[in-house]
Structure formats: C-alpha cells, structure tokens
C-alpha cells in the first residue's frame, strides 16, 4: 500500500513525488518508458521555476547544466530587451535540455526516497472510499491513498476518469528536429534573417559541426505519433525558404501542434491531474514544462497534509481552485501568441503596434511577468497586494529567505519579534528577524511561497495559521 501513485515520470510527476518525499509520504512513480527521452529539445526555466529550484536547494544542481539568458524577447518571438524593475533574485532564464531537467528532478526525487518503476504503464484504476487500485500494463494492481495522471498530453487518468478536455484541436503542426546541413553558414544566415520579418516559425539555430537546430512549419496537421520523414522537412523547407539548405542525416525529427485544452476538473475523489495532463497549448513563450512543475508544487504539501491527517477540510480543494485559472490565463495567452505568429496581413499589423507598445517597460514587464508566472496572485481575499503573491528571496539574518523553505514547511517571518507559530511549530518554522528587507511587520509563508498572511495580531495570525495548517497540537 503506498500512500500516493504518480502515473508519468516526466517533469510534473518527479516534481510531485519529490515534494511530497519531504513529508515522509510513501510515493511510487509509474512511468510507461524504459529509458528517458533520446531527443534533445532545449526548454526553457523561466524565473518562478528557478525560484521553486532555489526554495528546494536544486538551483546549484540545476545551473552547470543549463545557459543562462536574458528574461525578454520570449513574448511571440518579440526582441526586446529585459524590463527594468524584474522583482526577483532569480531574473533570468536559463536554456537547459529537457531529458537532462527530468533526470535532475527524478534524481532528487529517489534521493529524497521516492521510488520510480519505468517500463510500467498504468491501464485502469478504480476508486473507493479507502483508496485506488491500480491496474499495470502486465496485469498486475497496486493500491494506494490517491493517484495522480502526470502522465501528459495524452493521459490515460484523464480519459479514464471521464474528466472533459474542452479547447480547439491543432490547426497547425511544426515540423522539428536536428540534422546536418550542406549550405555554407553565411547563406543559412542571410536567408534565416530574410524569413524572420515575415515568417515567425521558422528557425535554423547551428547546433554543433555542421549540426542545425530546425524549425519549419509542417504541411498539414498529421498524426503526432509518426515522426515525420526526412522528405517533409526537405519539401517544407523549400516551400518556406526556397531552398532545402541540403539537410541530410537527421539525429532525431517530431512535430508538434497547437491544440489548446484545459481538463474541466483537476479532481475527482482520490484522482488528480497536473502537467500536461491537464492542460495543453503550443510551445510559444515556453512555459508547458514550467506550469506542470508549479501544478506540483503546489498540489505537493496539499496532499502530503491531507495524508499526514493535518489539512484543513478544503485544502486539497485550493489546488483546482488555484491552478486551473493559471493554466486558463497561460491558455490564453498562448493563444493571443499563436495570433501574432500568423503572416495574415492584420495580425502583422497588431504585431508592430504591441511591438512599438512593448517600448513601455511597464508593458513588456507586465508581460515578461504573465509568462514567468511572477505576476500569479492566488485570490486569498481582500489584503493588501502582497498577500497571495509569492515573496521573492530576500535577506534575512541567516542568509537568505528561499534557504530556510528547503524542508518544504511554512515559515512565519516576523520583524515584530513577538509573535508566535506555537501549536503549528511541527508544520510552520518561525524566523524572527527585525532585520529582514521586508517593508510590513509580519507575513506567514505556505511551503509554495506564498503570502498566506500579512499582519501583527496573534490572535490574527492563529485564525490564519488555521486557515492554512490545520489545528495546532497540544
Ligand atoms: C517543441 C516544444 C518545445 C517546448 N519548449 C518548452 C519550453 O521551452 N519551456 C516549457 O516550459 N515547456 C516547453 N514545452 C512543453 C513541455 O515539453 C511540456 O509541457 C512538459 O513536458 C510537460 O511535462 P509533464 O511531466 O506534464 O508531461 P510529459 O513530459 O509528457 O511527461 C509525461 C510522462 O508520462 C509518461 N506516461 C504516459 N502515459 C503513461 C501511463 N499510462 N503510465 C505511466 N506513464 C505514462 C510518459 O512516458 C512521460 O514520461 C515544449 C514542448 C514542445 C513540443
């Protein structure tokens, strides 16, 4: 019997089944694969992922691997440059392949004592009041507490389950992949820097000796299981550029589309979803792979209490009630993206006019802010603007803030020096710390990040700390 079942090893399900290793709950990871993703696809960790790798102490794990870059230019492919005013301590994005992102969390994740079986699908589950039996590729069942689909796009929990998947199928594929090149560098360069003022998808990015990172749009939307053959890359690329640059040797092809669907239901009983699994959008901004880790952290202490037996009755509830309006608003901002990639005449236009607009900092930041989810207010009721929003790292006496949240615990930080977490010490650290760079005398933390709470009162803050971690003890 373990407590939790996590269908999917990819990004999402490491992430979870870490995050809820640091609460002692028996976590086991079913991925369908035996070994992990071949193709290297370079994703890019915007700035709340690098914030929740810092607050977990994986941000020096993470770094030798990946190339830092700057915070801008990822709003539909608009150069600009970064903001002036990016609130946080982690203002940049680092470029890192996505096989190698997963092997990281995984690690962490079975470090932390979580165990991971590949080569074993889920088939079928059912639900009762104790718990889910699940059912394996081979046949055989498992039981545990609850079960959570990271198994992606595509996700059996989410079929079976019944939960609706409403949004627009995809209505155009892009072909991606890497291979040799025969055209001379300066001639892929002239004609890449010709098509980028009209056509926004495409790219060839040199990837080695000789090697070229290519993006080229597919003919017509096709069966996303087949990968596509080195003839439709050829064919696309003269169709697109004119010439087919003598691609040859590809080291691996796939496409990709912009279907755009969000799961009616992030719960059912003792079944839930996150990641891809939940929601699905086109590539654009980059930003499928940093939702899915934020699905898990924040879903991963709702659970791990409502396991331990401390969560209040409807905490595991604010995981939907939090997350589905991000995924909707990363919906639709994939989406007025998709607008502004488009070579029709009119989208052109509204293409220069946001160009010129995003010349106001204000705009591009509040944009470079909706992509790397520091702009997220989860609505905590009426507060100042604080509360709800994550609290950037900042300096406290003992270093910084983001070290004390490596045990995945609230913490209260209190520049009063009076106040206290006392019956909620075994689930909330108290910091206090008159010299911390915060300009309001108390706020209460959840093991996310959050502000959960802004004030001085005790008594206050007990009704707070209840909210958030239950009834104290003793
Ligand atoms: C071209 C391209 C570029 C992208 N670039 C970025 C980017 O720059 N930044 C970004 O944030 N995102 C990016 N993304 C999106 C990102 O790749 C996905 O959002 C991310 O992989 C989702 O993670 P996940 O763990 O939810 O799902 P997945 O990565 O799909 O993992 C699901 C796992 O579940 C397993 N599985 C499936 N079915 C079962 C089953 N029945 N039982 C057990 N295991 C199962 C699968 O084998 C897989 O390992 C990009 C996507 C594409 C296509």
């Not at 992949?177 to 055209?183: C, F, L, Q, S, T």
């Amino acid at each position: 019997m373990f407590d939790v079942i996590i269908a999917g090893c990819g990004p999402t399900g490491a992430m979870l089944a870490a995050e809820l290793r640091l609460h002692d709950v028996r976590v086991l990871v079913l991925e369908k694969e035996t070994e992990p993703a071949s193709f290297i696809r370079i994703v890019g960790l915007h700035i709340r992922s690098l914030e929740l790798m810092a607050m977990r102490g994986l941000l020096e794990r993470v770094l030798p691997h990946g190339r830092q870059r700057p915070a801008a230019g990822f709003f539909a492919a608009i150069p600009k440059p970064v903001p002036q005013g990016l609130d946080s301590a982690y203002a940049y994005r680092l470029g890192i392949p996505q096989p190698v992102i997963v092997q990281l969390l995984e690690e962490h994740a079975i470090e932390l004592g979580a165990q991971v079986r590949r080569g074993c699908a889920v088939t079928g589950f059912e639900q009762d009041d104790e718990g889910v039996t699940v059912e394996l590729t081979d046949g055989r069942q498992l039981r545990s507490r609850y079960l959570i689909g990271c198994d992606g796009a595509r996700s059996t929990v989410r079929k079976l389950l019944g939960v609706g998947f409403p949004g627009e199928p995809s209505r155009n594929d892009t072909l991606m992949g890497e291979m040799h090149v025969g055209a001379s560098r300066e001639e892929i360069a002239a004609k890449a820097a010709e098509l980028r003022e009209t056509q926004q998808r495409f790219w060839l990015r040199p990837f080695g000796e000789g090697v070229y990172s290519i993006v080229v749009p597919a003919a017509e939307v096709g069966d996303r299981a087949k990968p596509p053959t080195l003839e439709e890359f050829q064919q696309q690329l003269r169709a697109v550029a004119g010439t087919d640059f003598g691609v040859h040797s590809p080291r691996w092809m796939s496409r990709f589309g912009d279907a755009t669907r969000l799961a009616e239901r992030y719960r059912v009983g003792r079944v839930l979803l996150a990641g891809d699994a939940a929601h699905i959008h086109p590539p654009i901004g980059g930003q499928g792979l940093n939702l899915g880790v934020q699905d898990a952290f924040n879903l991963g202490w709702k659970l791990a209490a409502q396991i331990r037996g401390w969560a209040p009755d409807t905490l595991l509830d604010t995981y939907q009630a939090e997350r589905h309006p991000v995924a909707q608003e990363v919906l639709d901002n994939t989406r007025a993206q998709m607008e502004l990639l488009s070579t029709e005449p009119g989208a052109q236009a509204v293409r220069r006019l946001l160009t010129e607009l995003m010349d106001f900092d204000e705009v591009n930041r509040h944009l470079i802010e909706k992509i790397t989810a520091v702009g997220i207010r989860y609505d905590f009721g009426e507060g100042p603007d604080l509360l709800g929003r994550r609290l950037r790292d900042i300096d406290v006496k003992q270093g910084h803030l983001y070290g004390l949240l490596h045990r995945g615990r609230g913490l209260l930080l209190d520049r009063t020096e009076r106040l206290t977490a006392g019956g909620w010490s075994d689930r909330v650290d108290h910091l206090a710390d008159p010299t911390a760079a915060l300009d309001v005398p108390c706020v209460l933390l959840r093991p996310d990040g959050h502000v959960a709470w802004i004030g001085d009162d005790q008594r206050d803050l007990d009704d707070h700390l209840s909210r958030w971690f239950g009834k104290p003890t003793g």
